[in-house]
């Protein structure tokens, strides 16, 4: 059994752990409503002072935060400390113009490097180990935030960051990496450039990878399991709580453990914004309990899960996350019909002869939605020839119709001819320019 980095947090019994989130949440909202004027506003329109706040229970009565504050308090609206108590600055290009900024103390620091030490602990990362790092260091937070989690466990940290995939692959072999954190799309881009470069996992040491960043499907889990022969292990995170490792997967790898001590998750329905029932689909929404620089509550993530109460095998009891079903705002109503990207992916990723690869593309045609699937056919399968195509295209088209409900213009192209991304892959292209923000 690998190691629990913090068993007295990750595995405290329900009644202690909701008394030390009371407590940490009546802190956090006194401390808010004294020192941003934003949450002192927010709440006064409200009519909610700090003393009706005695524990999560009452987490209801407080207001929301979105995207759309941070944007309004940019950049330094929302933080609670003074600047001199400010040790880094990290943002995300967020979907709203300006970028989504986070500010951390020393303490916020060392707490998030803890947040991921545990998930990384997962998959035994300690002394000895070689944790390449190949999310993007700088502003984004997987670079740095995957960096102190390995610093945190003492294992050696290889800061190869995104991009130059023969080079990170060069250097696996020879130092012997023995852990790789990138995002779960960059890690199948690894996958196909270590086969053209004639290599096989058996020429590297590779144990674990922990991939998060994006939503990825069990199909994209099992493909890089395969072709690297290590066990995939899933870490979420959003900028606007620290960024990776609010969450973890477990050996067991049936849904991702909350850090509960740090993070109070909620789940509710986005349009009436009330609690949804336990264990039912919604939109994530997270209060932080312990961050110093920049407190947030009731943050609407736009992340759709469920939360999982019961007892994980691994022992611990942190509540879990369902795999993230997408984003709110990256459903596609096409035709009338809601579809998300990683329904798509599911279903592409159950027939071997395709490349996990696909790009979708959502026009308006004479007042008709047009949904165009670009997807490959993998080496040994393709032809430029459409009749040979044919017999791939049909169960395809047959299956997403019978899954998502709507019937897609299939396109096989050579592969290899889709964008690969070092980062978040980009998946959608929705050119009628229908979305619009709550
Ligand atoms: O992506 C932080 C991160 C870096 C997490 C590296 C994990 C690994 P943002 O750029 O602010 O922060 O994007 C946060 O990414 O709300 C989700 O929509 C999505 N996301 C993050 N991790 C996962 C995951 C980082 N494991 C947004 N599964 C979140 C699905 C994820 N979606």
């Not at 009436?272 to 620089?293: D, I, N, R, W």
Request: charged share 25%.
């Amino acid at each position: 059994m690998p190691r629990i980095y913090n068993p007295e947090m990750e595995c405290m019994d329900r009644e202690s752990m909701r008394k030390l989130q009371s407590e940490r949440l009546v802190a956090t909202v006194k401390r808010c409503y004294e020192t941003v004027p934003f949450y002192k506003r927010k709440m006064d329109e409200l009519g909610v002072k700090p003393e009706d706040i005695r524990g999560v229970e009452d987490i209801t009565k407080l207001p929301f935060t979105t995207k759309y504050d941070l944007r309004d308090e940019y950049p330094f609206g929302l933080q609670a400390v003074p600047m001199e108590k400010i040790r880094r600055i990290h943002a995300s290009s967020g979907t709203t113009g300006k970028p989504v900024v986070a500010t951390y103390t020393e303490a916020d620091l060392d707490m998030w490097a803890e947040c991921v030490a545990r998930v990384m602990s997962v998959g035994d990362v300690g002394p000895g180990d070689v944790v390449q790092v190949s999310y993007g260091y700088g502003l984004f937070t997987g670079g740095l935030g995957a960096h102190s989690g390995a610093e945190k466990l003492g294992a050696i940290q290889l800061p190869t960051s995104a991009g130059n995939s023969k080079k990170q692959l060069m250097l696996m072999k020879d130092f012997g990496t023995t852990a790789i954190a990138c995002t779960p799309s960059y890690a199948l881009r690894l996958a196909e450039v270590m086969t053209e470069m004639g290599m096989s996992a058996r020429d590297l040491k590779l144990r674990v990878g922990f991939f998060g960043a994006e939503p990825w499907t069990w199909g994209i889990r099992r493909e890089i399991e395969k072709r690297f022969g290590i066990k995939a292990i899933d870490i979420y995170g959003l900028t606007e709580m620290c960024g990776p490792g609010v969450g973890g997967e477990c050996e067991y790898q049936d849904g991702t453990h909350v850090w509960e001590d740090m993070f109070l998750p909620e789940i509710i329905d986005p349009d009436t914004l009330k609690p949804v029932h336990q264990g039912e689909e919604g939109e994530l929404v997270f209060t932080s309990l312990c961050k110093e620089g920049m407190p947030m509550i009731r943050y609407r993530t736009r992340d759709l899960t469920h939360l999982i109460y019961e007892k994980c095998l691994c022992g611990r009891t942190a509540v879990r996350l369902g795999k993230i079903l997408g984003r709110s705002d990256d459903m596609l109503i096409i035709r009338g019909v809601n579809v998300f990207p990683s329904q798509i992916e599911t279903v592409l990723t159950e027939f071997p002869v395709f490349t996990p690869q696909y790009f979708i593309t959502v026009d308006r045609k004479d007042n008709e939605d047009t949904f165009d699937l670009d997807v490959e056919l993998r080496n040994e399968y393709f032809s430029p020839n459409p009749a040979k195509q044919m017999p791939y295209i049909k169960p395809l088209y047959d299956r997403i119709v019978s899954m998502v409900g709507i019937k897609p213009n299939i396109h096989i192209l050579p592969p290899g001819t889709i964008e690969r991304s070092s980062g978040k892959a980009k998946h959608v292209n929705d050119k009628r320019n229908l979305k619009d923000w709550k």
